[in-house]
């Protein structure tokens, strides 16, 4: 008989949703629904939906394989886990001694954000003196922002949201990418009348719906939020007596302020300044104001000083003093891990060079500043990441992935784009088939999923192969030898919390810091307990000052020129998530095929119909895809959203981020997805697929 058992959604999503898995038999699960948690509410989105489609995919790997033709090809032999097992520890071995032990980098990324499987590499990477690796390709440019501000990563409790008259949803596309977002803010318009408004350079489905939608231009957030604190002080609706108590020069940020009025910001942001005005008078009127930012600021090179500029609002106008007023980025600051049992921290020695994760196509080309002047990569172990369709400058990426002298392991479920390029590929579990804990940034809940099924073929998780890969290289630490169950039971006892067996009788605990604490009402995380207005960006990594002190924009953008007139944003797609569910049939009949979303008028200009091919370019590479005009569109953007396959585009064959740079963004790194100037022309090509 089918039978309900409760789970938690693995996938880099700040909702990290609680689900009622239906179990079929030892080896089948049916339906997928959310669970009753406070926050999530029963509320799924329809990628984990359909997720038996995922799990019984056809198309998974299942048995371990050598390659068996030339890299890239996808040809295959297979073997058993102890050939394929011996063979990665002899190579590895072999590199290291050669090379030394930085010549091997193990390669991670969010395929899940189970603590467990998610960060266990770095335990085997620390005791071996492998290359450690800078994890910059999510969150660090955002992060950077709000702790220059704030000076800890937490915010305002999200479901706070239901109680808010004013909610802006800034840089972010909850309808497709976090739904329970949408869930507070519906309530709040249904119970309280509350106003919705959207900051996004195009129309995605959450400005669809929203009372007012701002489309700026891509990267000019910061000229936005300067002009309407500059309201707050000129209209009088600065909270003189709030910033006095909680924050840094005051008096310096008006007169900065003074000359950064809505017109300034209209010529910068390609928005009217009456609809400038207008969004001013309705943020600074309202005490209960909620700003939810989203990870669109964490994809470009001015994304930490928009994020800065951002939390610079709620603190002019004392809204962090309000229920359902303030913001919030993400929650990630309020857990109290010791995760040294996972990570083997003890191991951890910072001479060890950390290579940046989204300069992997330089890293595997040989640049020498992004090898920190050391040697290079000879050795990749893969896991939990699809960098040669995900990371920046994706030629570059596959390009490295091609050299004859780099070994490298893929563990992976699908036969991914980087897949093809393995030496070993190993067959990996989903997370209904493994024991983890998990946090969210989204919410304030830790959860533990247990396993609810059996894993396919041969498939092992990412706790298994670290320990598999320790026993042969001689590593004897209790760790090694401890289930996932029983290592994520040490760590949540370790941290202070409930151990496993009580975790999965109560599902999830709520760690919601008070409301004091939550609003930064107790203080903000900088040592003098002040907001700080003026941001000290050296401390966070920009020593050459190129970042400005107080809120402001800087012209950091790839801009747009005359042969690159065109600006692209990189968007998420409802239906995928990164690469993941590209494989899935629903997924991908729902999402149709790659387009780029462009003003009709710069249809007009450039000669590019409705639906018909277009090319877009620039000296990194070329995509062929089909035009979609979308009226209302800010002219001179372009948008494409998902990471879709490269197979799934025409011409040239390559997918979006063969575009995108692995220049790193300002003030420590990341990678600036929607921040890319290309060219866009009509495609004479018929495709073979029309």
Request: hydrophobic share 40%; proline share 6%; glycine share 10%.
């Amino acid at each position: 008989m089918p039978e309900t058992r409760a789970s938690v959604c693995p996938h880099d999503c700040p909702s990290t949703c609680a689900l009622d898995v239906e179990v079929l038999d030892e080896r089948t699960i049916g339906t997928v629904r959310g669970a009753d948690n406070p926050y999530t509410a029963g509320v799924i989105c329809n990628k984990v939906m359909r997720y038996a489609e995922r799990v019984h995919h056809p198309d998974r790997v299942l048995h371990p394989m050598l390659r068996n033709g030339p890299k890239g090809s996808g040809l295959f032999r297979r073997v058993s886990w102890d050939e394929a097992l011996d063979r990665i520890v002899d190579s590895f071995t072999q590199v290291a001694a050669r090379y030394g032990s930085e010549a091997v980098w193990p390669y991670s990324s969010a395929g899940t954000m189970g603590l467990v499987n998610r960060d266990g590499i770095f335990r085997l990477r620390h005791a071996m003196r492998w290359s450690g690796r800078k994890g910059t390709i999510c969150s660090t440019i955002a992060a950077a922002g709000w702790t220059a501000g704030c000076g800890r990563v937490t915010g305002v409790d999200p479901r706070e949201m239901a109680v808010a008259d004013l909610n802006v949803l800034w840089g972010t596309n909850p309808v497709s990418t976090q739904v329970n977002v949408m869930s507070h803010v519906t309530r709040a318009r249904k119970e309280r009348g509350a106003k919705l408004v959207v900051i996004d350079p195009y129309r995605t489905g959450s400005a669809a719906i929203a009372d007012m939608h701002l489309a700026l231009r891509p990267g000019t957030d910061a000229a936005l939020a300067c002009a309407v604190m500059h309201c707050a002080f000129r209209d009088g609706y600065a909270d003189r007596d709030y910033m006095a108590r909680y924050a840094d020069h005051p008096a310096a940020l008006e007169m900065h302020l003074a000359t950064r009025g809505p017109e300034w910001a209209a010529a910068i942001t390609g928005l009217s300044v009456d609809a400038i005005e207008e969004f001013a008078r309705l943020y600074n009127t309202t005490p209960r104001a909620y700003i939810r930012a989203g990870f669109g600021f964490t994809r470009g090179r001015n994304g930490a000083v928009s994020m800065h500029a951002l939390t610079c609002l709620p603190t002019v106008t004392g809204k962090w003093r309000h229920e359902g007023g303030g913001a919030l980025w993400n929650n990630r600051g309020i857990y109290t891990w010791d995760k040294s049992l996972i990570e083997g921290t003890a191991w951890r020695d910072p001479s060890v060079r950390e290579l940046d994760m989204s300069r992997i196509a330089s890293i595997l080309t040989g640049d020498p500043e992004a090898l920190l002047g050391g040697a290079p990569v000879h050795a990749l172990l893969v896991q939990s990441g699809n960098p040669a369709s995900v990371c920046p400058d994706s030629n570059r990426v596959r390009e490295g992935l091609l050299r004859e002298d780099l070994f490298t392991v893929v563990h992976e479920q699908f036969m991914t784009e980087t897949a093809l390029y393995a030496d070993v590929l190993l067959p990996a579990t989903m997370f209904l088939e493994q024991d983890d804990i998990y946090q969210a940034g989204g919410h304030s809940y830790i959860q533990i999923g247990r396993k609810v099924i059996e894993p396919p073929g041969e498939a092992r998780s990412n706790h298994d192969l670290i320990c598999a890969l320790a026993a042969r290289l001689g590593l004897d630490d209790a760790t090694f030898h401890m289930s996932g169950l029983e290592l994520a039971d040490a760590t949540l006892r370790a941290s202070g919390y409930p151990g496993a067996e009580e975790m999965t009788e109560r599902r999830w605990i709520d760690v919601q810091p008070p409301f004091e604490r939550a609003h930064f009402l107790d203080g903000f995380g900088h040592s003098d307990g002040r907001f700080h207005f003026r941001a000290d960006w050296r401390a966070l990594g920009d020593t050459e000052g190129k970042l400005p002190s107080f809120p402001d924009w800087v012209p950091l953008v790839d801009m747009a020129t005359e042969e690159r007139p065109m600006r692209l944003v990189a968007a998420p797609a409802r239906q995928f998530l990164n690469s993941t569910f590209t494989e899935t049939p629903n997924a991908r009949k729902r999402e149709g095929r790659p387009q780029a979303l462009i003003a009709p008028e710069d249809g007009v200009r450039h000669g590019i119909a409705d639906g018909a091919l277009m090319r877009l370019g620039n000296l990194r590479g070329e995509v062929v895809l089909h035009a979609r005009h979308i009226p209302g569109q800010t002219p001179g953007t372009v948008v494409v959203e998902s990471i879709w396959p490269a197979a799934s585009f025409g011409g040239a064959g390559h997918g979006i981020n063969v575009l995108t740079s692995d220049e790193p963004a300002l003030p420590s790194g990341g990678a600036v997805f929607h921040d890319t100037a290309v060219w866009m022309r009509a495609e004479k090509t018929v495709l073979a697929a029309e």
